[in-house]
């Protein structure tokens, strides 16, 4: 049998060869204190419009993992976002109802809609960190 050239193992698929996805903007909340995810934050985005008035694009809940994989539900444009996590049902060890930061809001300019967009929220009883994440 002859051979038509060196043999490559079957490689699993990666990110970069799957077939690609539409850009979105997702999040994922975790509880550092408790070292959970953080379970039904509600998060709202916003697209400020020309007059720089917010206008509520979706709303949706962290699942159990503390994710929510695309609140933009829709094709992206260039501007400006809003982020708004309302962390007042949110619940911690010992923190009840009486969690320090109540609300968190962000904003975010995005200027290339090619990309997805990634924005982690760890929270601690008396801190909070945001980061660009990929």
């Avoid at 709303?59 to 695309?70: S, V, Y």
Wanted: aromatic share 6%.
């Amino acid at each position: 049998m002859a051979s038509t050239g060196p043999e490559t193992p079957d490689l699993p698929q990666t990110a970069s060869s799957a077939i690609p996805t539409a850009p979105t903007i997702s999040t994922h909340v975790l509880d550092t204190e408790a070292g959970t995810p953080a379970r039904g934050v509600h998060v709202i985005l916003y697209k400020l419009g020309e007059d720089d008035r917010p206008i509520r694009l979706t709303q949706a809940l962290t699942d159990d993992d503390g994710r929510i994989r695309d609140l933009l539900g829709r094709p992206m444009s260039a501007g400006i976002y809003r982020l708004e996590f309302n962390l007042a049902g949110v619940r911690g060890p010992g923190t009840g109802d009486d969690r320090f930061f109540r609300r968190l809001t962000l904003e975010l300019r995005i200027d290339d809609v090619a990309r997805s967009y990634h924005v982690p929220l760890l929270l601690a009883p008396f801190s909070l960190t945001t980061y660009r994440g990929s």
